[in-house]
């Protein structure tokens, strides 16, 4: 219950507890309800006692708040010690009066003071359970919100006081009750004894609840007092960071702490997490990423500021503490430069060493697709259109720098015409040399170093012609880089000349889609010699 350590007298109470609900669940003969007896017997001795300890409770409760000259925040706390007893007396009252009807309609006391109808089991049930005029309902919803109004006062979770069998150890794998509800638990086939056991038992609960509520709101009197009980020696240095041969400057603090104190630490108006010193003292966790988007042009400095308060019983201590963000360095490697090309995917480095360990980047444009690598502060930007390129780098949601990149067209391959594995154009060739071509595309030198990638050309489609005296003697299309011109060899004369124009050619881009290149010349004339 609320944490605290259970008394000899608790377990005692809950032992009987566990043996009562036992004893019901079974439904043991009528043997042995004289136990029962004793049971209930024993239980309102210990009710009552643990009442009369409640009301010492709140008398030194009021006694304490009286001897700290009647403080706001201790006259609230007594005025919940207060309502707890009264809501406690209350359903204790509902309580007796529930055992006295059933003493009444099971027919009274003998001339003993014993029960007459210890073993009847009709009329508790009759009382309890009865769909229309049944008592168990209000019953249990009763101690449901003596439950839930103890929790609102103290801040503590107590555990229900209306279980379920299915929420009890010794019943939630027994087929015969682990279906059953509180009330049926309780107060089905129960003899009367039974029944009158059960409901002092619950309170005793009830006032074992009461008792560790006023507890935790006895704490409260007095909590406000300060008392210092462990100090420690603090050292708050300009800078952790000394050059050699500057000084080292700090200023020397005593802090201390105070074993009743609950500080709660803000800033700006945030609640913060709490952190504990090797000597024990409380300390409140700032720790956000820093922004700034007013830099001074010459020391690329920022200065900012946060509030900081401490909120210590009814007094808070508020500071402002003002430091500075620097403007970090954004560095770009790339083959291309600060240009990149059209529709092919620039690989970009971009680092910020200031940030170290620290450095997470993410990056977005409007102007490009952005596909991140595979290692901290690679990136593939690929230029949507002409215009130029902003790209966006963030580090943790923060907004770093906007760095800005030209777009350049994707140079024209150069067509490389070989037979045998020689050049064939210019100076032209024999027939017997002649017979095969390999008419291919091969990309730019810089464009081939700077995304290689993207430069994987294909010639797909070639027409070639021999030509004679000005006129087409033959003409042939070829859709493949290797053109087979051994059926031509016959036709060919020193003077005529194979004429071989390049029709179309693709491109293979990084994102694996073929798009029409352009070679830088079309046509290539071939003589014969």
Same mark, same amino acid.
């Given at each position: 219950? $609320?944490?605290?350590?259970?008394?000899?007298?608790?377990?005692?109470?809950?032992?009987?507890?566990?043996?009562?609900?036992?004893?019901?669940?079974?439904?043991?003969?009528?043997?042995?309800?004289?136990?029962?007896?004793?049971?209930?017997?024993?239980?309102?001795?210990? $009710?009552?006692?643990?009442?009369?300890?409640?009301?010492?409770?709140?008398?030194?409760?009021?006694?304490?708040?009286?001897?700290?000259?009647?403080?706001?925040?201790?006259?609230?706390?007594?005025?919940?010690?207060?309502?707890?007893?009264?809501?406690?007396?209350?359903?204790?009252?509902?309580?007796?009066?529930?055992?006295?009807?059933?003493?009444?309609?099971?027919?009274?006391?003998?001339?003993?003071?014993?029960?007459?109808?210890?073993?009847?089991?009709?009329?508790?049930?009759?009382?309890?359970?009865?769909?229309?005029?049944?008592?168990?309902?209000?019953?249990?919803?009763?101690?449901?919100?003596?439950?839930?109004?103890? #929790?609102?006062?103290?801040?503590?979770?107590?555990?229900?006081?209306?279980?379920?069998?299915?929420?009890?150890?010794?019943?939630?794998?027994?087929?015969?009750?682990?279906?059953?509800?509180?009330?049926?638990?309780?107060?089905?086939?129960?003899?009367?004894?039974?029944?009158?056991?059960?409901?002092?038992?619950?309170?005793?609960?009830?006032?074992?609840?009461?008792?560790?509520?006023?507890?935790?709101?006895?704490?409260?009197?007095?909590?406000?007092?300060?008392?210092?009980?462990?100090? @420690?020696?603090?050292?708050?240095?300009?800078?952790? @960071?000394? $050059?050699?041969?500057?000084?080292?400057?700090?200023?020397?603090?005593?802090?201390?702490?105070?074993?009743? $104190?609950?500080?709660?630490?803000?800033?700006?108006?945030?609640?913060?997490?709490?952190?504990?010193?090797?000597?024990?003292?409380?300390?409140?966790?700032?720790?956000?990423?820093?922004?700034?988007?007013?830099?001074?042009?010459?020391?690329?400095?920022?200065? #900012?500021?946060?509030?900081?308060?401490?909120?210590?019983?009814?007094?808070?201590?508020?500071?402002?503490?003002?430091?500075?963000?620097?403007?970090?360095?954004?560095?770009?490697?790339?083959?291309?430069?600060?240009?990149?090309? #059209?529709?092919?995917?620039?690989?970009?480095?971009?680092?910020?060493?200031?940030?170290?360990?620290?450095?997470?980047?993410?990056?977005?444009?409007?102007?490009?697709?952005?596909?991140?690598?595979?290692?901290?502060?690679? @990136?593939?930007?690929?230029?949507?259109?002409?215009?130029?390129?902003?790209?966006?780098?963030?580090?943790?949601?923060?907004?770093?720098?906007?760095?800005?990149?030209?777009?350049?067209?994707?140079?024209?391959?150069?067509?490389?015409?070989?037979?045998?594995?020689?050049?064939?154009?210019?100076?032209?060739?024999?027939?017997?040399?002649?017979?095969?071509?390999?008419?291919?595309?091969?990309?730019?030198?810089?464009?081939?170093?700077?995304?290689?990638?993207?430069?994987?050309?294909?010639?797909?489609?070639?027409?070639?012609?021999?030509?004679?005296?000005?006129?087409?003697?033959?003409?042939?299309?070829?859709?493949?880089?290797?053109?087979?011109?051994?059926?031509?060899?016959? #036709?060919?004369?020193?003077?005529?000349?194979?004429?071989?124009?390049?029709?179309?050619?693709?491109?293979?881009?990084?994102?694996?889609?073929?798009?029409?290149?352009?070679?830088?010349?079309?046509?290539?004339?071939?003589?014969?010699?």
């Amino acid at each position: 219950m $609320a944490g605290r350590k259970e008394t000899p007298r608790q377990k005692m109470i809950g032992m009987m507890y566990l043996v009562l609900t036992a004893m019901l669940a079974l439904n043991v003969s009528s043997a042995v309800l004289d136990k029962f007896t004793i049971f209930n017997s024993t239980l309102e001795s210990l $009710a009552k006692e643990s009442a009369s300890a409640n009301n010492q409770l709140v008398a030194n409760i009021q006694a304490t708040v009286t001897e700290k000259g009647n403080r706001a925040a201790d006259i609230k706390a007594l005025k919940k010690a207060q309502e707890v007893r009264t809501m406690t007396a209350d359903l204790i009252k509902e309580m007796e009066g529930l055992k006295e009807q059933i003493v009444s309609e099971t027919g009274g006391l003998d001339e003993n003071g014993n029960f007459k109808a210890a073993s009847d089991v009709e009329k508790v049930a009759s009382m309890m359970l009865a769909p229309d005029k049944g008592k168990g309902k209000q019953f249990e919803a009763d101690l449901d919100n003596f439950v839930k109004k103890l #929790q609102e006062l103290t801040g503590k979770e107590f555990p229900t006081l209306t279980p379920d069998a299915k929420d009890m150890d010794m019943f939630k794998n027994n087929p015969d009750q682990k279906n059953k509800d509180f009330l049926t638990l309780t107060f089905a086939d129960a003899p009367m004894v039974a029944g009158m056991a059960t409901i002092s038992q619950l309170e005793t609960q009830v006032l074992e609840y009461e008792a560790d509520a006023l507890g935790l709101i006895a704490e409260e009197v007095g909590a406000k007092d300060v008392e210092f009980t462990t100090i @420690v020696p603090l050292i708050r240095p300009n800078s952790n @960071v000394v $050059a050699s041969g500057a000084k080292f400057e700090a200023e020397l603090f005593i802090t201390a702490a105070a074993s009743g $104190a609950n500080p709660v630490f803000k800033y700006n108006g945030k609640q913060v997490e709490k952190g504990v010193t090797e000597g024990g003292i409380e300390f409140g966790k700032i720790e956000f990423t820093a922004s700034a988007n007013n830099y001074d042009p010459k020391t690329l400095l920022s200065e #900012q500021s946060i509030t900081a308060s401490i909120e210590l019983n009814d007094t808070t201590y508020n500071m402002v503490h003002k430091y500075f963000v620097a403007k970090p360095v954004v560095q770009v490697k790339s083959a291309a430069l600060q240009a990149l090309y #059209q529709n092919c995917g620039n690989e970009l480095d971009i680092q910020v060493p200031a940030l170290g360990t620290s450095y997470n980047p993410s990056f977005s444009s409007n102007d490009a697709d952005v596909r991140k690598g595979n290692r901290t502060g690679l @990136v593939t930007v690929i230029p949507k259109g002409r215009s130029k390129v902003k790209l966006n780098v963030s580090n943790n949601g923060s907004l770093l720098s906007t760095e800005s990149f030209d777009v350049k067209k994707v140079p024209p391959p150069n067509i490389v015409i070989t037979s045998r594995g020689k050049p064939v154009t210019g100076d032209g060739a024999t027939a017997a040399a002649i017979s095969t071509l390999t008419v291919s595309a091969e990309a730019d030198e810089n464009f081939k170093r700077e995304v290689p990638k993207d430069a994987r050309y294909r010639v797909n489609k070639v027409t070639v012609k021999l030509a004679r005296s000005g006129r087409a003697v033959r003409t042939e299309d070829f859709t493949t880089e290797n053109i087979d011109l051994r059926q031509w060899r016959s #036709q060919l004369r020193p003077g005529d000349a194979i004429i071989i124009n390049v029709e179309r050619v693709t491109r293979r881009t990084f994102t694996g889609e073929n798009e029409r290149a352009r070679p830088l010349t079309e046509i290539y004339t071939i003589p014969i010699n």
